[in-house]
DNA sequence: CCGCGAAATATGACATGTCAAGGAAAACCC
DNA sequence: GGGTTTTCCTTGACATGTCATATTTCGCGG
């Protein structure tokens, strides 16, 4: 199930805005931020990727001029991801259909009913992660990532 | 929910058994097969990949001993891929692990209520691209990848 | 038969993701 | 306040997936 709505609205995303999921996600993630930036270590742990995944990423979307890098007074190490006027335009035009899409795809073939309890089920699920790892309660996800565990 | 539970299963996986999920999975549809053998067309369907995905893994599968190539007698295009010895073994040590693992990170969380819901669930939304592209009866699944579509 | 479109794979170029390593700055810690 | 440890990010090598294309064979109509 998760496979071909995924890959329906992965492929109906790409058709119509010429953006990838991955595209979008790191987007709309940026334009909820404040000033349209966040620092790379938050914009991965909210995602879930890895830092070197977020920094490639990066680096081909500024190549795009969707995004901008640019430093951060308070700390020196630290970088910020910045939406450009070409990446806030992207993700204006491309957010109505790709909601749309996920309704057509996923949301309307569900009773409310059936969306309450797919809730309840991620919530379980996504708690039964999070009680290992969610120990920064500034951050609104992190986990997982962070999971190096004992391993013999 | 999806992201964590895959990421997990995955991670578990590999771990205990130096197999990707896409590796478990071709062996795992090719364990199932009478002659431990499938034709690669057949099996690319029944995982919705693309065929070049599907040729590109065998390759690399091939070359790490888990599966090889045999020519087929009733059709000189098609091939199939048949499982090894080596990954006869290499399933059947890795299979109880992880669907305890699936287990432990999916399904002993829920309830049977909850369970039954999200058949009901992943059946309604499975069926809703059925629909459009389900016409090859004699194949288990197929569906969704021959999808080029009209497009402008 | 013959020719031709379709089917079954293979392959190469390229996009994307992972992993291990490294450089630089912060944080810690007597 | 100098040495060690962490954190943040980048990078390069490599694994994996996609797309367009090539090759061979099949099926079929004439």
Request: aromatic letters at 12%.
């Given at each position: 199930m998760t496979l071909l709505v995924d890959a329906a609205v992965a492929r109906e995303l790409t058709r119509d805005s010429g953006l990838s999921m991955p595209d979008y996600q790191v987007l709309s993630a940026l334009s909820e931020a404040v000033d349209h930036r966040r620092r790379l270590t938050e914009l991965a742990f909210r995602m879930q990727w890895s830092a070197s995944r977020l920094s490639h990423h990066v680096t081909r979307m500024e190549q795009r001029g969707l995004v901008t890098r640019a430093d951060c007074s308070e700390d020196l190490r630290a970088a910020y991801v910045v939406l450009t006027d070409v990446g806030w335009d992207a993700i204006k035009a491309a957010a109505p259909d790709h909601v749309e899409s996920v309704r057509a795809h996923m949301i309307d073939l569900l009773t409310p009913d059936e969306i309450a309890a797919l809730t309840t089920i991620g919530d379980k699920i996504v708690a039964h992660f999070g009680e290992?790892?969610?120990?920064?309660?500034?951050?609104p996800v992190q986990s997982v990532n962070r999971r190096p565990v004992s391993r013999s």
């Open positions: 290992e790892c969610l120990d920064h309660p500034d951050y």
